[in-house]
């Protein structure tokens, strides 16, 4: 991950991405950025977990991979819209340039996301490894530590949103993996993009409970896992 240089690319929803020359990678999908942080993460983890706690709050949500900071926006959208608190944690050791997350506008996606467009700017002008409130309803502690090395809260959801397996493998090993899952609470939910078979094997022998859902626009599956209460 030594190569940072990035390029801002429109993936196939209209939405932008960043894309890393240096090991061909993108913080995306190329078939919707957008559609598949929703799909993946707001719908498939965020509402789904609500769905099954819909008195339990604040909602504590763990993120492995900032990024461009849109999965935290969507959050925090989906927070003040519902009027939910949410305490959001995210990792990310290699923070964007200003001159890139500037480029960036998600808010073109819908009419109804205008209203919140400061809220992006916000979430990436804010202090890292500094728990602070974002908006009424949500409150973001973002750190430049490592996975390895970080001080893992208890979460209710855990977006792993990490580059593949492929691109970062040391993300994605059991130990590592152990880490983020003995760090939920029983009852939470593990998402994320990736549908590799060898994932799901490890999530399944540390007690987590698969079930299948389909993937974003381009893809077959995702992964999601439950901790057992």
Same mark, same amino acid.
């Given at each position: 991950?030594?190569?940072?240089?990035?390029?801002?690319?429109?993936t196939e929803d209209g939405s932008?991405?960043?894309?890393?020359?240096?090991?061909?990678?993108?913080?995306?999908?190329?078939n919707g950025a957008y559609r598949?942080?929703?799909?993946?993460?707001?719908?498939?983890?965020?509402?789904?977990?609500?769905?099954?706690?819909?008195?339990?709050?604040?909602?504590?949500?763990?993120?492995?991979?900032?990024?461009?900071?849109?999965?935290?926006?969507?959050?925090?959208?989906?927070?003040?819209?519902?009027?939910?608190?949410?305490?959001y944690h995210s990792l990310e050791?290699?923070?964007?340039?200003?001159?890139?997350?500037?480029? #960036?506008?998600? @808010?073109?996606?819908?009419? %109804?996301?205008?209203? =919140?467009?400061?809220? /992006? &700017?916000?979430?990436?002008?804010?202090?890292?490894?500094?728990?602070?409130?974002?908006?009424?309803?949500?409150?973001?502690?973002?750190?430049?530590?490592? #996975?390895?090395? @970080?001080?893992?809260?208890? %979460?209710?959801?855990? =977006?792993?949103?990490? /580059? &593949?397996?492929?691109?970062?493998?040391?993300?994605?090993?059991?130990?590592?993996?152990?880490?983020?899952?003995?760090?939920?609470?029983?009852?939470?939910?593990?998402?994320?993009?990736?549908?590799?078979?060898?994932?799901?094997?490890?999530?399944?022998?540390?007690?987590?409970?698969?079930?299948?859902?389909?993937?974003?626009?381009?893809?077959?599956?995702?992964?999601?896992?439950?901790?057992?209460?």
């Amino acid at each position: 991950m030594k190569d940072r240089a990035t390029k801002i690319i429109v993936t196939e929803d209209g939405s932008p991405s960043v894309y890393l020359p240096g090991i061909n990678e993108s913080y995306h999908s190329t078939n919707g950025a957008y559609r598949e942080s929703v799909h993946v993460f707001i719908l498939y983890g965020l509402e789904a977990w609500f769905s099954r706690n819909p008195g339990k709050f604040p909602i504590r949500v763990f993120e492995v991979g900032f990024g461009t900071g849109l999965n935290a926006w969507l959050s925090l959208i989906w927070s003040e819209q519902y009027g939910v608190p949410v305490l959001y944690h995210s990792l990310e050791p290699f923070p964007l340039a200003e001159e890139v997350f500037s480029n #960036l506008d998600y @808010s073109a996606m819908d009419e %109804s996301l205008f209203h =919140f467009r400061p809220y /992006f &700017s916000k979430l990436h002008h804010m202090a890292w490894d500094k728990g602070q409130p974002v908006s009424e309803f949500f409150n973001l502690k973002k750190d430049t530590t490592p #996975l390895q090395d @970080s001080q893992l809260y208890p %979460s209710d959801i855990v =977006f792993f949103d990490a /580059f &593949s397996p492929k691109k970062q493998p040391e993300l994605w090993e059991p130990e590592v993996l152990k880490l983020v899952v003995d760090s939920m609470n029983p009852g939470g939910v593990f998402v994320t993009y990736c549908a590799a078979s060898k994932l799901k094997r490890t999530l399944a022998s540390m007690g987590l409970q698969l079930d299948k859902v389909p993937g974003p626009p381009g893809k077959k599956e995702m992964t999601r896992a439950w901790k057992l209460e």
